[in-house]
């Protein structure tokens, strides 16, 4: 339960819900009033959104129900996300996506674009959207949607992946825009989309491995414990002999990813001031190496 969480875990939950805020801002902002759509399961609820308003006439003034058919969407998500992926994952996933849908509801959607440009609304919308996303995955949230199901599946099938499923969705999604709309909504959209995946890569850091090297004198396993146990990453070490000093010494290999390096920098100058490390971002990784969404 939330009084259960460390003081820590509370500060990440409400950098996750800053980060909603921000992705509702660009989506009602920029990307409604453009009648454009997103990816994802937020995508779906859209079209089921203008659907609805189209052939039954419904109407809650200016305000889309968009965020709430995404609630209730996930619903059926959230059970498979606590007894599938984790307790903790599944109460950062509803909060998030509860704060989301809050947000949605909240927000004033303009009467009119803010921009006549749609090319303009699509690149404003998709920065602050993927922005905010990003923000909320550094925070330990995640958006649910295809992001549970994803990791339901790579789960079970380990060629599989979560970024491979948003690709089949938002393929179907933009077709369904094809057909239902117009071929102009689907490029919009898929530019708004581009924008929003670079905001997203530039502000999320959990997407960029890191390969480490540590290379310390006193005893190596209170880092590689952490390692193991505090970031979940696999470590190898093997001792070695300084060719200056011709000193022993004990070099220590993990591949964590950027976001994870800033913590284990953090730990080894509590353990040994005098180790010294060196990291290179975007490693090239083969086989089984999770990206963690917190």
């Given at each position: 339960?939330?009084?259960?969480?460390?003081?820590?875990?509370?500060?990440?939950?409400?950098?996750?819900?800053?980060?909603?805020?921000i992705?509702?801002?660009?989506?009602?902002?920029?990307?409604?009033?453009?009648?454009l759509?997103?990816?994802?399961?937020?995508?779906?609820?859209?079209?089921?959104?203008?659907?609805?308003?189209?052939?039954?006439?419904?109407?809650?003034?200016?305000?889309?129900?968009?965020?709430?058919?995404?609630?209730?969407?996930?619903?059926p998500?959230?059970?498979?996300?606590?007894?599938?992926?984790?307790?903790?994952?599944?109460?950062?996933?509803?909060?998030?996506?509860?704060?989301?849908?809050?947000?949605?509801?909240?927000?004033?959607?303009?009467?009119?674009?803010?921009v006549?440009?749609?090319?303009?609304?699509?690149?404003?919308?998709?920065?602050?959207?993927?922005?905010?996303?990003?923000?909320?995955?550094?925070g330990?949230?995640?958006?649910?949607?295809?992001?549970?199901?994803?990791?339901?599946?790579?789960?079970?099938?380990?060629?599989?992946?979560v970024?491979?499923?948003?690709l089949?969705?938002?393929?179907?999604i933009?077709?369904?825009?094809?057909?239902?709309?117009?071929?102009?909504?689907?490029?919009y959209?898929?530019?708004?989309?581009?924008?929003?995946?670079?905001?997203?890569?530039?502000?999320?850091?959990?997407?960029?491995?890191?390969?480490?090297?540590?290379?310390?004198?006193?005893?190596?396993?209170?880092?590689?414990?952490?390692?193991?146990?505090?970031?979940?990453?696999?470590?190898?070490?093997?001792?070695?002999?300084?060719?200056?000093t011709?000193?022993?010494?004990?070099?220590?290999?993990?591949?964590?990813?950027?976001?994870?390096?800033?913590?284990?920098?953090?730990k080894?100058?509590?353990?040994?001031?005098?180790?010294?490390?060196?990291?290179?971002?975007?490693?090239?990784?083969?086989?089984?190496?999770e990206?963690?969404?917190?």
């Amino acid at each position: 339960m939330l009084w259960k969480l460390e003081r820590k875990d509370i500060v990440r939950l409400l950098i996750a819900v800053v980060g909603m805020f921000i992705y509702s801002v660009g989506v009602n902002t920029f990307i409604v009033p453009a009648d454009l759509y997103s990816g994802g399961v937020m995508g779906i609820s859209q079209i089921l959104r203008t659907l609805l308003i189209r052939y039954t006439d419904f109407s809650m003034g200016g305000t889309d129900i968009a965020g709430i058919i995404n609630f209730v969407l996930n619903i059926p998500l959230f059970f498979l996300a606590y007894f599938s992926i984790g307790r903790g994952f599944f109460i950062r996933t509803v909060i998030c996506i509860f704060s989301q849908t809050l947000f949605l509801t909240l927000i004033p959607i303009p009467a009119a674009p803010l921009v006549e440009d749609t090319i303009t609304a699509s690149l404003m919308g998709g920065i602050l959207a993927g922005a905010g996303m990003g923000i909320a995955l550094r925070g330990g949230g995640s958006s649910g949607g295809a992001d549970i199901l994803g990791m339901f599946i790579t789960k079970r099938h380990q060629e599989f992946s979560v970024g491979r499923l948003n690709l089949i969705i938002n393929c179907c999604i933009y077709l369904a825009c094809a057909l239902l709309f117009d071929i102009k909504v689907v490029i919009y959209c898929i530019i708004y989309s581009a924008a929003s995946a670079l905001a997203l890569d530039k502000t999320h850091t959990q997407n960029i491995s890191t390969g480490v090297f540590i290379f310390t004198k006193e005893e190596p396993q209170r880092v590689m414990a952490y390692i193991l146990t505090d970031l979940v990453r696999g470590v190898t070490y093997w001792e070695a002999r300084g060719g200056y000093t011709n000193q022993e010494t004990n070099i220590i290999f993990t591949v964590v990813s950027k976001h994870e390096l800033s913590a284990l920098k953090h730990k080894l100058r509590q353990v040994d001031p005098a180790a010294f490390l060196v990291s290179k971002e975007n490693v090239a990784v083969e086989g089984k190496f999770e990206k963690h969404l917190s």
